[in-house]
């Protein structure tokens, strides 16, 4: 999967680039209007993030550029500005998702993952972790072919830390993930211990590995 | 006292002064005029009857001459005349007999002590009454005074009138000047003047509060640009650490101030962008009119909120009218909501209740807690918060009160019975 990140922050672009190249996706990198426009026209890419203010242009006119060229290129619009109005005209003139900066970057990766499922038209495309098996259409999981009942958090929660396997989650960006980001509660944390245990308990008593790790003081960890 | 006053009663004071002089001046003015005429009369009555004596023409009506006694001699050698006032007392006697008048009348009086061709010394006496002199004089006076009484009242009531048209745009302008408000975003309208100084004031007063409003705005867009400035950074922060994070060679002392700078950079993302969302909503930047349905969106947020609840064990009591439809801007009602409702859960006791009440003219929202450690006239400040705990930004009412504002609604905060309560009036 070839990204491209459109942002005029050097340093943020390269820590963009440096945790989804680990999730194996190529990543390209303009740091100015003119830069983008030339890879976008010379190459083709599956998903671009993109800063609406760059230092010579504006991101929406990339946006009209990306989505003439190949409608079905997903953008993400990454932007400081929080306001309504940016993101309705992001989203009418066919961005597929906002996110304001500050961002988590597992937030950031699991919005691109989705992103790239959305893309996909027969939705056959099944998440699958070793023996779990997610049906992001139907929203059903299964081990081992056995369906398991998931509440609607313990499903989200399911599908971040896949999206983010074998990375560090924190506990923040797993709050504002499950919750949003209006939620400034501590307390918050304790929920996702609750959910997790559920979660957790869950799948062991359908026979899979129990593969989240607790980082202690960090976060927890999904992986083999 | 007003300005007009201080004026009109100086004018007044100095009016009267003048006329009072001038009244004096011309009372002593118009006497001495008619003593010098009634005097020239008296001289030329002396005249004529001393030339009869000189001829000896009979003097019919008066008694024979008398020649001067020896102590007048003595006092008036040589010829002389002397004027006076005098007193003469009458007894008039009414035609009719009925009543007597009996009075004392001034006279003006001339005595000429005059030496004849024939060696005879004589005195002569000629009087005019002063009595018409005096009506004279007592009339002039008190035309004098009316005069005065009218000029005074006229140039009072003219004064006042011509006064009142002049300074009426003023007062206008004064009033426009205590409405105004610096966060109306309306520039001042003031009643212009054909007055010099009034249309000085008038543009001194508009450069003024366009200088007032301008430099209010910079500093709202200041609080915003900052604000946004801040993201960016912000970001590279965050995500840095993130990657630092998820190094698998890290000890656990580090781990702990890694954490620790997370953490921190957290709290400040959050706090950056509360305050953001509270200078968007002081700069009403959420300013498109829809309709809300109120019921709905409560009821989606208790629902977000229902781990929080269930943790603290929390009683929850709805009494919520089904489409209570509100004109508004629905991300700042959302706003409302969300900062009412995670206040009510955050600062309320375990085991504790909350009540939620929604019709179409209030929303209410109580919650058991403990009683403020703040005066409930700052609950609505910035940065004023009862627990200082760090997950509290202390801005969370601030922006409710201003949403209010915003939307005209009125917002109420009581404590009673170990309960606080929030009521918004739409």
């Known amino acids: 999967m070839k990204i491209l990140i459109v942002e005029d922050e050097i340093e943020l672009i390269e820590s963009m680039a440096t945790y989804l190249e680990n999730e194996d996706f190529i990543c390209e990198k303009a740091t100015n209007f003119f830069d983008a426009e030339d890879k976008l026209i010379s190459f083709n890419y599956d998903v671009v993030i993109l800063d609406i203010t760059l230092p010579d242009g504006s991101g929406i006119d990339l946006l009209k550029m990306i989505k003439d060229k190949d409608a079905k290129v997903g953008v993400l619009i990454v932007s400081a500005k929080d306001s309504l109005d940016d993101k309705l005209k992001g989203l009418d003139l066919g961005a597929d998702d906002y996110i ?3 961002f988590h970057l597992a937030e950031l990766n699991s919005r691109i993952n989705s992103l790239l499922r959305r893309q996909k038209f027969d939705g056959s495309d099944m998440i699958v972790f070793n023996e779990i098996e997610i049906d992001p259409n139907s929203k059903e999981v299964t081990i081992d072919k056995k369906l398991i009942e998931l509440t609607k958090k313990e499903y989200n929660l399911l599908l971040y830390f896949i999206a983010n396997k074998n990375k560090v989650v924190t506990k923040e960006s797993i709050a504002e993930h499950l919750w949003g980001d209006e939620i400034e509660m501590a307390d918050s944390f304790d929920f996702i211990y609750t959910h997790l245990g559920n979660l957790r308990k869950k799948i062991k008593k359908y026979g899979a590995n129990d593969y989240v790790k607790t980082m202690y003081g960090l976060g927890y960890k999904f992986s083999e | 006292m007003k300005l007009i006053e201080r004026t009109g009663r100086s004018y007044l004071i100095l009016s009267l002064v003048i006329f009072v002089l001038f009244g004096i001046v011309l009372y002593f003015i118009l006497t001495a005029v008619m003593d010098n005429r009634l005097d020239e009369k008296l001289r030329y009555n002396k005249e004529v009857i001393s030339k009869r004596i000189k001829y000896e023409t009979p003097l019919t009506i008066f008694e024979e001459p008398e020649e001067l006694t020896s102590s007048e001699n003595l006092l008036y050698p040589k010829d002389t005349i002397v004027y006076k006032d005098t007193l003469i007392f009458h007894a008039i006697e009414d035609v009719e007999g009925i009543e007597n008048t009996e009075e004392y009348e001034k006279y003006r009086q001339l005595t000429a002590y005059e030496t004849f061709p024939s060696g005879k010394r004589y005195k002569i006496i000629t009087r005019n009454s002063l009595v018409r002199n005096q009506d004279f004089v007592t009339i002039i006076t008190l035309l004098t005074i009316f005069i005065t009484l009218l000029l005074v009242a006229g140039l009072w009531f003219f004064n006042t009138k011509t006064a009142n048209k002049i300074w009426k745009p003023f007062y206008n302008n004064l009033n426009s000047l205590k409405n105004f408000s610096i966060q109306d975003q309306k520039p001042i309208e003031l009643q212009s003047s054909n007055i010099d100084e009034f249309t000085e004031l008038n543009g001194s007063i508009k450069s003024l509060t366009e200088k007032l409003s301008s430099d209010y705005n910079n500093l709202k867009e200041f609080t915003e640009n900052a604000s946004h400035e801040m993201q960016t950074p912000l970001a590279i922060m965050q995500s840095k650490i993130e990657l630092l994070l998820q190094s698998t060679n890290l000890n656990s ?39 809300v349905n109120l019921s709905e969106l409560i009821t989606n947020k208790i629902e977000i909120y229902e781990d929080f609840i269930e943790a603290k064990k929390l ?12 004109e508004t801007n629905s991300t700042m009602v959302d706003m409302l909501v969300t900062n009412l409702i995670s206040n009510a859960i955050r600062h309320n006791i375990d085991k504790g209740s909350i009540f939620i009440k929604l019709s179409a003219v209030h929303f209410q929202i109580s919650n058991s807690g403990n009683e403020l450690t703040i005066s409930p006239e700052n609950l609505f400040n910035r940065f004023k918060k009862a627990s200082s705990s760090a997950d509290s930004s202390g801005l969370g009412l601030a922006i409710v009160k201003k949403i209010c504002e915003i939307n005209e609604w009125k917002i109420d905060y009581t404590f009673l019975d170990e309960q606080h309560q929030i009521i918004v009036r739409f």
Do not use: C, M
């Open chain 2, 315 to 326: 009683e929850l009591e709805i009494e919520i009218e089904p489409d209570i439809i509100l």
């Open chain 2, 253 to 291: 002392s580090e781990i702990k101030q890694l954490r620790s700078i997370y953490q921190a950079g957290q709290r400040l993302s959050k706090l950056n962008k509360t305050l953001l969302t509270l200078a968007k909503v002081e700069n009403r930047q959420f300013s498109e009119i829809e309709e």
């Open chain 1, 100 to 102: 304001t900066k500050p």
